[in-house]
């Protein structure tokens, strides 16, 4: 597929894609503000909804609640019931225990007339008698004294027929006075009624809910419907207690919370009989599942409709737009000079006669610029042979007088070493059968070159930096030597002191550069630009003919791009560049 570029047009692909997902946007904007009213809606409705059944559950609580307060002023008036606080110890026992058990019948007949099960409890402390419908309960002075709670429902736990269980209890005393009470009580009712009274109620207020509804105070251990998960009920105990810290008196309200990444809606209203409150959670994804359920069959179809819509726009591709692709790439690759590049790939439409037209006409031309190319291959090949003869013979003689005055010396090993480097330098610039080779080659045939030169002059250093990968480059032979050659011969002659020469080599981001820098006595700017002037010269001075050949062999070798780069180096002297560019000859 052919790479987008700056501002190019766009293709029919992207147009029809564009196009596709402009019709879809607006429909999906439209149902998601549609979705969101409508669940805000049901979110409010919910909350009003629920918030009444609370209240509805919290007024029987408060209403049953209530009525037996006010039957504990019924039996504190009863005549059976006052005349029990007169009864005397001295009186016959069965006068007494027939008293007791008139009272206790008329708690019964009380206890009954009411929907939750209870207990009725007559004290009088003056008599020390006491008639109870709770017979496992021993009440005296002590008893009351200790659990006195006359103000509110006291939650505790109580000994009944049914066991020990948690109950609300409560007390009247006669004479009806303020509770800061200067007199002694002439007699106690406690009423006590079981909190699984609440527990069924409830179960009741469950059922058909999804919600997790408890009375809860906060400090004591929450009344739950049975069935309820304690760890979560006492998880949202404590979300609530959080509520609560917010709100200095929150009697009724509602608030969204997160617990355990899942949204609930929580409502909660006050009993003002009982101090409890009655909570109830319902988690906001089991109340909104119809209408997530809608949103994703919604969603569903949408990505049906766009799979649809892009099956058809890659139809229109693969027979429109590819082909067209094809097209556009072949003729940039002719552009390029890849002549010989063909499309295989034929559509089964109206665009293969295209594709049959231009293969055929990049044949005719690949064919014409075959003949041209070989003719212009030989020539070069031809002038390269005769630039490289010039390069090979410039310094032989002057070895010579180097070897004879080490010979009258006696200096064996020197001359031995010695002409081992000039035997490897000449091996492989005489060596005319390989036209090309690599740089780890040609950097071995520089350090022959200044080996030879440092063993005739001390005052010559050298060092070399190449990067890794370029010593696997393939180039023309003899192409660093003369730069090497031209540092040592023009850089050294008047330089005092000690002449040092770096190489190093490294890779750009379009090609290599390889340079060498020396610390000799360099050239002025003017003469700098004088050189590069003779380097694209057809014929220049000898001083610069090994320069201005190694620059037009980088150019017939990798292209019009590369070439040499001249400029002051870092060292002080000269710094001489092979620039090349990637994509050449």
Same mark, same amino acid.
């Given at each position: 597929?052919?790479?987008?570029?700056?501002?190019?047009?766009?293709?029919?692909?992207?147009?029809?894609?564009?196009?596709?997902?402009?019709?879809?946007?607006?429909?999906?904007?439209?149902?998601?503000?549609?979705?969101?009213?409508?669940?805000?809606?049901?979110?409010?409705?919910?909350?009003?909804?629920?918030?009444?059944?609370?209240?509805?559950? +919290?007024?029987?609580?408060?209403?049953?609640?209530?009525?037996?307060?006010?039957?504990?002023?019924?039996?504190?008036?009863?005549?059976?019931?006052?005349?029990?606080?007169?009864?005397?110890?001295?009186?016959?026992?069965?006068?007494?225990?027939?008293?007791?058990?008139?009272?206790?019948?008329?708690?019964?007949?009380?206890?009954?007339?009411?929907?939750?099960?209870?207990?009725?409890?007559?004290?009088?402390?003056?008599?020390?008698?006491?008639?109870?419908?709770?017979?496992?309960?021993?009440?005296?002075?002590?008893?009351?004294?200790?659990?006195?709670?006359?103000?509110?429902?006291?939650?505790?736990?109580?000994?009944?027929?049914?066991?020990?269980?948690?109950?609300?209890?409560?007390?009247?005393?006669?004479?009806?006075?303020?509770?800061?009470?200067?007199?002694?009580?002439?007699?106690?009712?406690?009423?006590?009624?079981?909190?699984?009274?609440?527990?069924?109620?409830?179960?009741?207020?469950?059922?058909?809910?999804?919600?997790?509804?408890?009375?809860?105070?906060?400090?004591?251990?929450?009344?739950?419907?049975?069935?309820?998960?304690?760890?979560?009920?006492?998880?949202?105990?404590?979300?609530?207690?959080?509520?609560?810290?917010?709100?200095?008196?929150?009697?009724?309200?509602?608030?969204?919370?997160?617990?355990?990444?899942?949204?609930?809606?929580?409502?909660?209203?006050?009993?003002?009989?009982?101090?409890?409150?009655?909570?109830?959670?319902?988690?906001?994804?089991?109340?909104?599942?119809?209408?997530?359920?809608?949103?994703?069959?919604?969603?569903?179809?949408?990505?049906?409709?766009?799979?649809?819509?892009?099956?058809?726009?890659?139809?229109?591709?693969?027979? +429109?737009?590819?082909?067209?692709?094809?097209?556009?790439?072949?003729?940039?690759?002719?552009?390029?000079?890849?002549?010989?590049?063909?499309?295989?790939?034929?559509?089964?439409?109206?665009?293969?006669?295209?594709?049959?037209?231009?293969?055929?006409?990049?044949?005719?031309?690949?064919?014409?610029?075959?003949?041209?190319?070989?003719?212009?291959?030989?020539?070069?090949?031809?002038?390269?042979?005769?630039?490289?003869?010039?390069?090979?013979?410039?310094?032989?003689?002057?070895?010579?007088?180097?070897?004879?005055?080490?010979?009258?010396?006696?200096?064996?090993?020197?001359?031995?070493?010695?002409?081992?480097?000039?035997?490897?330098?000449?091996?492989?610039?005489?060596?005319?059968?390989?036209?090309?080779?690599?740089?780890?080659?040609?950097?071995?045939?520089?350090?022959?070159?200044?080996?030879?030169?440092?063993?005739?002059?001390?005052?010559?250093?050298?060092?070399?930096?190449?990067?890794?990968?370029?010593?696997?480059?393939?180039?023309?032979?003899?192409?660093?030597?003369?730069?090497?050659?031209?540092?040592?011969?023009?850089?050294?002659?008047?330089?005092?002191?000690?002449?040092?020469?770096?190489?190093?080599?490294?890779?750009?981001?379009?090609?290599?550069?390889?340079?060498?820098?020396?610390?000799?006595?360099?050239?002025?700017?003017?003469?700098?630009?004088?050189?590069?002037?003779?380097?694209?010269?057809?014929?220049?001075?000898?001083?610069?003919?090994?320069?201005?050949?190694?620059?037009?062999?980088?150019?017939?070798?990798?292209?019009?791009?590369?070439?040499?780069?001249?400029?002051?180096?870092?060292?002080?002297?000269?710094?001489?560049?092979?620039?090349?560019?990637?994509?050449?000859?």
């Amino acid at each position: 597929m052919i790479p987008f570029r700056r501002g190019a047009k766009l293709n029919i692909f992207s147009k029809s894609m564009i196009l596709i997902v402009l019709m879809l946007v607006p429909i999906f904007m439209m149902y998601n503000s549609s979705n969101k009213t409508s669940t805000d809606v049901v979110e409010q409705e919910l909350l009003q909804v629920n918030m009444n059944r609370i209240r509805f559950f +919290v007024e029987q609580m408060n209403v049953e609640a209530d009525r037996l307060w006010r039957a504990a002023f019924v039996i504190a008036t009863d005549p059976d019931a006052v005349q029990l606080q007169f009864r005397s110890s001295a009186e016959p026992t069965y006068s007494i225990l027939e008293s007791k058990r008139l009272l206790l019948q008329k708690l019964d007949m009380q206890s009954t007339t009411f929907e939750w099960d209870n207990d009725f409890t007559v004290y009088s402390p003056l008599s020390n008698l006491a008639v109870s419908t709770n017979s496992k309960q021993q009440y005296d002075l002590t008893y009351f004294t200790d659990h006195l709670s006359q103000e509110r429902w006291d939650y505790r736990r109580v000994f009944t027929e049914r066991g020990v269980e948690r109950a609300f209890v409560r007390h009247l005393i006669t004479p009806f006075e303020s509770p800061n009470r200067t007199t002694e009580p002439n007699m106690f009712v406690e009423v006590t009624f079981s909190s699984e009274n609440l527990v069924n109620m409830l179960d009741r207020f469950m059922q058909g809910s999804v919600g997790q509804p408890f009375l809860y105070r906060p400090g004591t251990e929450p009344i739950m419907p049975h069935g309820a998960d304690p760890k979560l009920v006492e998880a949202m105990a404590g979300q609530f207690n959080r509520i609560q810290a917010s709100d200095s008196e929150p009697a009724d309200g509602s608030v969204k919370l997160t617990y355990r990444n899942e949204p609930y809606l929580v409502n909660y209203v006050l009993s003002s009989t009982l101090g409890w409150y009655m909570v109830d959670f319902q988690p906001m994804k089991k109340v909104l599942e119809p209408i997530a359920h809608s949103k994703r069959k919604f969603y569903e179809a949408g990505l049906l409709l766009l799979a649809l819509g892009v099956a058809m726009a890659a139809l229109l591709y693969r027979n +429109v737009q590819k082909p067209i692709y094809d097209l556009i790439g072949a003729v940039r690759m002719l552009r390029r000079g890849e002549y010989g590049h063909r499309i295989k790939r034929w559509p089964n439409n109206e665009f293969s006669y295209l594709i049959e037209q231009f293969n055929l006409m990049s044949n005719d031309i690949q064919t014409l610029i075959d003949k041209v190319y070989t003719e212009q291959l030989r020539a070069k090949e031809s002038s390269l042979k005769h630039l490289q003869a010039q390069i090979n013979p410039h310094f032989l003689y002057n070895n010579f007088a180097y070897i004879q005055s080490m010979a009258q010396l006696d200096r064996t090993k020197a001359i031995v070493a010695f002409t081992q480097h000039l035997s490897q330098y000449y091996r492989y610039t005489t060596r005319t059968e390989q036209q090309l080779t690599s740089l780890a080659d040609e950097m071995e045939l520089i350090r022959n070159y200044l080996e030879i030169h440092r063993m005739q002059s001390e005052r010559l250093q050298y060092e070399e930096y190449m990067e890794e990968p370029l010593m696997k480059l393939l180039m023309p032979r003899l192409l660093l030597q003369p730069l090497v050659e031209n540092a040592v011969v023009h850089g050294m002659e008047s330089k005092k002191g000690e002449f040092h020469v770096l190489i190093s080599g490294y890779q750009t981001d379009d090609g290599y550069e390889i340079a060498v820098d020396d610390n000799g006595i360099g050239m002025t700017d003017e003469q700098m630009a004088q050189l590069r002037i003779r380097l694209n010269e057809l014929v220049s001075e000898n001083r610069s003919l090994g320069l201005r050949n190694v620059h037009q062999r980088l150019k017939h070798f990798f292209g019009e791009a590369s070439g040499l780069s001249i400029e002051r180096s870092f060292m002080g002297g000269l710094k001489v560049t092979l620039v090349i560019k990637e994509g050449g000859d």
